[in-house]
């Protein structure tokens, strides 16, 4: 059937997802109506103009909140210990509990949550940088 590995994906995925469809659905109210009836008055179907026009605007709205979101999603696999999927914590539970090294154990855990945070907030602000409309927010 389904193996504890396979729980912890699919719960983790469902969570993230249900964060991620509310910060796309606002990216895409947060584009102006007008964008959207100009491109109608362009000739653009409404498909059209939603592919080609306001995602394209919303992803790069989105984009900050779905870095945090990420992030979150990062801290929260750690959770995964609660059912025995051998993560990061799970592996620094079993050398602590073996050598009694308990607080040297929780700085390198901190500092691996910390490097694979600060990976993933510089990869998504260059992604942010790479899509950034020029004269449009900052």
Known sequence: MVNNVQWAIISLSLFAAAFNVEIFRSGIEAVPRTTVEAAEALGYTRLKS???I???LAIRVCLP???NNLVN???TTTLAYAIAVPETLYAVKQIWSES???SEMMVV???TYGILVGILVWLMHRWERTLRIPGYGR
């Open 50 to 52: 939603y592919l080609y």
């Open 54 to 56: 306001v995602l394209p």
């Open 65 to 67: 909140a779905l870095n």
């Open 73 to 75: 999603l990062l801290k």
């Open 100 to 102: 009694q090294n308990v």
């Open 109 to 111: 855990l901190l500092a």
